[in-house]
Each structure stands twice: as C-alpha cells, then as structure tokens.
C-alpha cells in the first residue's frame, strides 16, 4: 500500500490567465508544499531574509507567467511574512526544482538555487 502525501494547509488566490498562487500556512505545510506538491517548473516565491509563507505559483499547461503574474505571486509572499507593513519588499523567485532541504534543517528551512530577486509591496489579489 503506497502512502498518500498529505495536502498542505494553504492560503489558495485566483491569478489573471488561470494562474493560481498557493501560501503555506505553517513550517510544515511550507515544506509539503514546496518539496512535494509543487511541480519542477512552478514558480517559488518567499520573502528575503525574514520568516513568511512559501508561495508557489501553479501553471495551467505548462504556460509561462507573465511579468504581472509573477509580480502578483511576489506580493503575496511579501504580504504573508513578517514585512506585511514595509513598504517595498526583496522577495526570492526560482523554479520549484531549484528548492531543497537541507539535511537535518528544521520545518520551513529549504535551501534554493538561481534565484531572482524581484522587489514589490505585500499585496493580496
């Protein structure tokens, strides 16, 4: 009998073009989400530098994110993270395939390659 990962517990925002934006809403649910149910080419969102919600951006079909989409899931990781009230916020981007967990790292802690840093201010949809 094969074990069915559990789903995690996420804040779920509808994104212009049938994108969708998924935020963990504990450590667990940040590594379930990034490590487990995000797709290789998902986009991975978190606020630089403080604690905050993962966020991956889901693709329909494959389909590349436009600047706003991917602008849009940046502000949402900024608004679930301790700098909701900043102004403008450097928020870490990669592909989910670039995530990974560190060996013994607590829940929530991931280590990421080639990210991009895109600055925004924490918004929801």
Not at 60 to 74: C, F, L, R, S, Y
Not at 98 to 108: F, L, N, Q, S, T
Request: with cysteine; net charge positive; charged share 25%.
């Amino acid at each position: 009998m094969r074990k069915v990962d559990p789903q995690p517990d996420c804040w779920r925002y509808e994104l212009p073009g049938g994108f969708e934006a998924s935020a963990g809403k504990t450590d667990a649910d940040n590594d379930i989400l990034s490590l487990k149910t995000a797709k290789a080419n998902d986009l991975w969102f978190h606020v630089h530098g403080l604690p905050g919600s993962h966020v991956i951006l889901h693709h329909p079909d494959g389909e590349k994110p436009d600047n706003t989409t991917i602008k849009a899931a940046a502000a949402i990781a900024a608004w679930h993270s301790k700098a909701r009230n900043a102004g403008t916020v450097p928020v870490s981007c990669t592909e989910a395939k670039h995530v990974g967990k560190p060996r013994g790292a607590k829940p929530g802690s991931v280590s990421i390659k080639r990210e991009k840093t895109i600055k925004v201010r924490p918004a929801l949809p």
